[in-house]
């Protein structure tokens, strides 16, 4: 039995033993009543009558028992019979306990067996709940096992996906230098931008093949190239331009780096005029912003680089898949860094690739360095870059503009929502370096600034948007006419 019940039944059970000792103590008694009936001479015979008379006692109840069954009658004592009765009890088994309750009532031992129910029922809901409690544990170690398989398949895939892309990627890498040396020969300018115009894909590589055919080709022509939206489909083209040809244009494929960096979407026109706007609609700036803070600002960037990070001299297929990925990011853009962007907005020449690459971060490099240089060089020699070209070639500035609001947005945000991703470089060099990034009014035609944005006007002339505004308040938890009373702003008619 897996309860204690024999409790309940301490004065009617009989062990064996308890049997002997009850029947020495009852022929005892016989025999001291029989003997204490002598007198006179048969008193010397006082032994032997005990004797007699225990043995009697024993012989008698031996002879009611086999009397007793060959009559039919049940001639067991109480103590049998409860032990009958109790022989075999399954308190697990509800037919089991109902057969023993039954019998027991009608021993006449009523109130023994509703507690010996009571006491089955209770054992039979804890061996419910052990039965549930298992079977919840199985599943559970069931779906414990399936979801560390799950994980340990997806860190499998993902690693061999690293492995795959960094295959590709050095693969990618080759073509492109070997194209570029072959290249080298005929047009050494061309050959020297290479390395910053085609990403290591596939796509880059034989991008840079067909480019390095086509000026083998005609070895007389002085190519260049540019990144221009095609006006059709709105793509970004890597495209060959002739500088003696105004006529000669090659599309070498869809610069994926800069589709990328606006979300995939197709861009509108690009290019205008002096003194007109280009439409906010017409490019993503702020997804282009993203794409160029995307490693400084990444909350795993810091667990990857640094110049005591061991992690730098293992190959990246050693790594987790998630550091693999942000390796192969910063390897590409040592590789290519903001040109793609820059090439989308405005021309680009060999010493301002060489000026934009100088800018160029790596491994070695702290996370707090990737954040202070991308603020303070990356993004405001990109734009003087562009804004120095655009203007030479009589062309708005309207999206160099919306990138500098954008850039500086980006930085503010930054320093609200996430200020312990600065490490020890100051939020208030952040911020500085957020405000430096802004156009001002004094080198603006504002004409060229997208009707759509509320912009504002410090004394000096620094142009804030709404945004920024807004960001300020956050960051100082004032009001936005709390801010723009502490900076002495006003909305800039246009």
């Known amino acids: 039995m897996a309860i204690e019940i024999t409790s309940l039944f301490r004065d009617i059970l009989e062990s064996p033993e308890q049997k002997q000792q009850r029947q020495m103590a009852e022929g005892f008694a016989r025999s001291q009543n029989a003997v204490s009936q002598l007198t006179g001479l ?14 009697q006692g024993r012989r008698t109840e031996a002879l009611q028992r086999g009397v007793g069954g060959l009559l039919g009658r049940d001639v067991r004592s109480t103590s049998e019979k409860l032990q009958d009765a109790l022989k075999g009890f399954n308190p697990l088994d509800p037919q089991s306990v109902s057969q023993t309750t039954q019998m027991l009532r009608d021993m006449g031992l009523g109130a023994q067996g509703a507690q010996v129910a009571a006491m089955a029922l209770e054992e039979q809901q804890k061996s419910k709940a052990m039965t549930e409690e298992t079977a ?80 083998m080709q005609a070895p007389e022509r002085d190519l260049i190239t540019e990144t221009v939206i095609n006006p059709e489909s709105g793509l970004p083209e890597v495209t060959l331009f002739d500088k003696n040809d105004p006529a000669y244009r090659q599309a070498l494929g869809v610069d994926d780096s800069a589709l990328s960096a606006n979300e995939g979407k ?82 680009v020449t060999e010493p301002d690739v060489v000026l934009l690459k100088e800018t160029q971060l790596g491994p070695k490099d702290s996370q707090e360095t990737w954040i202070k240089t991308t603020i303070e060089d990356v993004v405001p020699n990109a734009i003087n870059v562009m804004s120095r070209n655009l203007t030479e070639e009589g062309q708005s500035l309207s999206a160099v503009h919306q990138l500098a609001f954008a850039s500086s947005e980006r930085v503010l945000q930054e320093v609200v929502n996430n200020p312990g991703i600065f490490g020890d470089y100051s939020l208030n060099d952040a911020v500085n370096g957020a405000f430096a990034i802004l156009p001002n009014i004094n080198n603006v035609d504002v004409k060229e600034l997208p009707t759509s944005l509320t ?40």
């Open 136 to 215: 919840l544990r199985a599943q559970q170690a069931t779906s414990n096992n399936l979801a560390i398989e799950s994980l340990q398949q997806q860190i499998a895939a993902e690693t061999l996906r690293a492995e795959r892309e960094q295959e590709s990627y050095d693969q990618a890498k080759t073509i492109i230098t070997n194209s570029s040396n072959m290249l080298r020969r005929v047009n050494p300018a061309l050959a020297n931008t290479f390395e910053g115009l085609f990403p290591a894909t596939p796509e880059g590589a034989t991008m840079a093949r067909s480019a390095t055919l086509a000026a």
């Open 42 to 55: 048969a008193t010397a015979a006082a032994p032997l009558v005990g004797t007699m008379a225990e043995l």
């Open 266 to 347: 197709p861009f509108g026109p690009m290019r205008a005029a002096s003194g007109q706007a280009i439409p906010q609609d017409a490019f993503n700036a702020k997804a282009q912003v993203q794409s160029i803070f995307s490693l400084a600002f990444n909350p795993n960037l810091e667990a990857v680089v640094g110049p005591n990070d061991v992690r730098r001299a293992l190959f990246t297929f050693n790594l987790a898949p998630e550091a693999a990925a942000i390796r192969n990011q910063i390897e590409r853009s040592q590789v290519a860094g903001i040109l793609p962007i820059v090439r989308l907005i405005a021309p």
């Open 455 to 494: 912009i504002f006007k410090t004394p000096s002339g620094t142009l804030f948007s709404g945004e920024i505004v807004n960001l300020l308040r956050q960051r100082q938890n004032l009001t936005n006419e709390q801010v723009i009373d502490q900076f002495d702003l006003e909305v800039l008619e246009r």
